[in-house]
């Protein structure tokens, strides 16, 4: 078997190994399929990856919360790169609609989003557009588009260059953790292949201009989040910053901020328990009081 079929092979089955008891399951409207992640039962937590990941970044954290809660994580067009939008561009609009045709696929009502990064922006949009719908906002690692502004995170400026060979990969890897783990090298592989892909392309650095550019209108959406919102990062996230969760944390009525120490940039990963316990606390204490 071709070396290229083999990588793919092992992926898949790192893949299916990582999702347990979650069911891999697709939904139809808008005449396509749209594959996403579902399991457990009860009120809906509803997950948006951010840019360049997928509906499996959520799965550790979705299987500690399936014993309270309805957990789902779609793959989202346009921050997953490999998914699009059927003859339209993945704005912010067309996500909003996108994400409310889901909902109306699944026959829910009320969710609580969970958004990562770049996901947690595209959370907050909702949020606003849909204040009957969405009980409550979490945030993890909201990217302090500020810095990325004025050319302050080298490491995500090293994104915009792309990856050249799987030590890249790997050092890239590295800055996202405190402690960084071991990654199979399946994955680098796969990561040095859809990066050079995607960087040839130019889709990675249009969308991240794009969020930088969309700085005003999403601090102008914050402020009228009516919703309990909850900001998590790591303190040493790379992409974000203390004063910049402070900030988004006053800009919306009822937001706090909560920092996980000796934690990069995937806090429910390289920290999961203290993750979760802040997520159960938030999310059960809102359900107690709605």
């Known amino acids: 078997m071709p070396k290229g079929r083999e990588r793919l092979k092992r992926l898949a089955q790192i893949g299916a190994a990582y999702l347990g008891d979650l069911k891999?399951?697709?939904?139809?409207?808008?005449?396509?399929?749209?594959?996403?992640?579902?399991g457990g039962s009860g009120e809906v937590v509803l997950f948006l990856h951010g840019i360049?990941?997928?509906?499996?970044?959520?799965?550790?954290?979705?299987?500690?919360?399936?014993?309270d809660f309805r957990v789902i994580s779609p793959d989202i067009p346009g921050l997953n790169l490999s998914?699009?939008?059927?003859?339209a561009q993945a704005n912010r609009g067309n996500t909003i609609k996108w994400l409310d045709a889901f909902c109306d696929a699944l026959d829910i009502e009320s969710v609580h989003l969970v958004g990562q990064g770049s996901g947690g922006g595209v959370a907050s949009y909702y949020a606003h557009a849909n204040p009957r719908r969405v009980k409550t906002l979490t945030w993890f690692s909201a990217p302090d588009f500020e810095r990325l502004r004025t050319g302050?995170?080298?490491?995500?400026?090293?994104?915009?260059?792309?990856?050249?060979?799987?030590?890249?990969?790997?050092?890239?890897?590295?800055?996202?953790?405190?402690?960084?783990p071991a990654y199979p090298n399946v994955i680098k592989y796969y990561l040095l292949r859809a990066s050079k892909k995607t960087m040839s392309e130019g889709v990675f650095v249009d969308l991240v201009k794009r969020e930088v550019a969309a700085l005003p209108l999403?601090?102008?959406?914050?402020?009228?989040?009516?919703?309990?919102?909850?900001?998590?990062?790591g303190d040493c996230?790379?992409?974000?910053?203390?004063?910049?969760?402070?900030?988004?944390?006053?800009?919306?009525?009822?937001?706090?901020f909560s920092i996980i120490e000796r934690c990069g940039h995937f806090c429910f990963v390289e920290r999961m328990d203290e993750s979760v316990q802040l997520l159960k606390e938030f999310l059960h204490h809102s359900v107690r009081a709605g």
């Not at 891999?24 to 579902?38: E, H, I, P, Q, V």
Request: proline content about 4%; some cysteine.
């Open 24 to 38: 891999s399951t697709s939904c139809t409207f808008n005449g396509r399929k749209w594959k996403y992640l579902d």
């Open 237 to 256: 996230d790379f992409m974000g910053s203390e004063n910049w969760l402070e900030e988004l944390s006053h800009m919306v009525p009822n937001g706090r």
């Open 52 to 67: 360049a990941n997928s509906k499996v970044l959520w799965r550790s954290l979705m299987h500690a919360l399936s014993s």
């Open 152 to 180: 302050n995170i080298p490491a995500w400026e090293r994104l915009l260059v792309g990856f050249d060979t799987v030590d890249d990969v790997t050092e890239y890897l590295d800055n996202l953790y405190f402690s960084p």
């Open 83 to 87: 998914v699009e939008l059927s003859g």
């Open 218 to 233: 999403l601090r102008s959406k914050l402020r009228g989040v009516a919703q309990p919102v909850l900001l998590i990062s």
